[in-house]
Each structure stands twice: as C-alpha cells, then as structure tokens.
C-alpha cells in the first residue's frame, strides 16, 4: 500500500496488521519515539477539524518527526492558479508524507497519483478511512474481537463515515445495518453498498440498509451516528435535513432496545440532532475513547506507508 485513499486500498489482513501494529503503539508509546525520526508529515485542510488536524500533528511529533499545516485557500491551487498535479509534484520535494482533507474524493485521487510520497485520505465526501481504522480499534478493545459483531448505524446514509463503516466492518465479518431515509441524497452510494455486500459474502458478515430504526438496533453491539450536516452541507438545508432526519435520531428509548450496546459517534456531534445528550453522555458512550484512537491507529497508518 503506497497510498490510503480509502477502505478499498486495504485488505482484511492489511487491517489487522494496521490494528495490531496500533495495540502496541497504544501500549508502548516509547518504543516508538523515533519511529518517524526526521520525518515532515504535510496535512493539507479544505474544511474544518479538531480531531485528525490534532492527532496527526501529535502523532508525528511522540514518534520524533514534525508536521506543517496548510489551507488550501492560501495555495495558488485553492484560488485558481495552478494544477493540482503540479502542486502535488512540487509538494513531494518537500515532506515525506501527505495528508489531504478535501471535499471531493476525485481530486485527491488526481492528488496522490501526481505525488511521489504516500498520500493519506483525512476525510473527503466520499469516506473516512483514518476513522474507520481508529474506531475498529476502538471496537475490538472493548468487545475483544471485530467478527461477528453488530453495528447499526442511524441517520445520514450518503455520508462518508458511513460508507467507511460499510466497507471496512463487512471486510471484517462484521453485521452492518444502516437505518437512514430513503432516498438518492441519504442512502449510501451504489459502488459502496456493492463493495460492501462483496465482502461480507467473503467473511460471513452481511449488510442492511432499512428506513426502520428498531429493526436495525435489534441486536446492535456498535450504535453509530454522525452529524446531519456535515461540513460540505450548505446551512440552507439544515430545516430540510433536520425533519427528514429526525425519526434516525438516537434517543434513549432506541437506545434501551439494545441494552448491550456501546454508542459511538466520530465527532463532531450536535446534542438534540442526531443524537439526545443522554445517549452521548451515558455510560454506555465511548466517544472519548473513540476520538483517543485516532492517534494510535494513525501512527500505525503513517509507518505503514512510510515503509
Ligand atoms: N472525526 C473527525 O475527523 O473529526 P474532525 O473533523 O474534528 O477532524
Ligand atoms: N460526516 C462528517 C464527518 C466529520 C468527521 C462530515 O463530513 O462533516
């Protein structure tokens, strides 16, 4: 794997090598000190972030490398000037590595395949994949293993998160049901529902995608949301989004049906939309933890692709 683009770029065996690599990371940070000794990590934003701007910097500076930080708006890419492919070659003279938060999927795709060093996909319309990897880790520390489980996913269905979550948990032999809207604008992307129903013929797991919320949390082990308006979505749909959405709201009393359930959310949440403020600050909610993995999980991705 040169690149990480998205879930597509890793087989089940390059996941599990990714989450054991991220268990002895987690639990021996200082082996890993000089892992990336002179190493420049460059991390390239479009849209907003907390959590993958933070973690990728720390990441690179505990394993002994650096990081520099750039908007696109401030590139002569951003405002028109120059080629992505050139801007990607001049880039790879430069840093080691790359990661690229873009909104459309495409062009960091044009990106990676112009730049010399590895690429990494820190979030695009399309998926997650940094996600996926911390919240598989986050999933298999807590319940002891990935296969077999059941995630139900609640809300946004056209929505990178999810399609990261379908991919990646049926390459695992996982059981994902996803509960969204019916619908072009809220139901996950064709090529991801096939890709997903791919792999879970191959290890046993299974997808659903139904517009009923109870029968998807029916023996739920994950309950997963994401935000109803994320970053790409123009405010002016947030009247529209929030009725259609409303009945794939996580309340406790959907909750409660799933009673050995752990709630997981990527973050940012808004209390009141997707989920109800008593779901997200319950003891059955491991979004703190969730979030602390980005950092484990991506150490473990970027000495993969450093290698
Ligand atoms: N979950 C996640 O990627 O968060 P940020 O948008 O804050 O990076
Ligand atoms: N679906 C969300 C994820 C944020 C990490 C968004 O794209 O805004």
Redesign the pocket.
Known sequence: MKHLLSEKDLSPEEIKQVLTAATDIKKNPEKYKNAAFEKVLLTIFE???????L?FDSAMIQMGGDSINYQTMFSPWGVGKESIEDTARTISRYVNLVMI?MHDHEEVVRFAQNASVPVIN??TNYS?P??LLGDLLTIQEKKGKLQGLKLAYFGDGNNN?THSLMMGCTKMGMHVSIACPKGRDYEPLPDVVQEANTWAKKTKGSLTITQDSEEAIKNADIVYTDSWMS?HVPKAQLKKRVEIFKPYQVTEKLFAKAPNALFMH???ALRGHEVTAEVIDSKRSIIFDQ?EN?LHAQKAIILKVLK
């Open positions: 849209a907003p972030s907390l959590r993958t701007r973690s938060r820190g979030l997650h940094c996600q998160v970053y990527c973050l940012p979030a980005r």
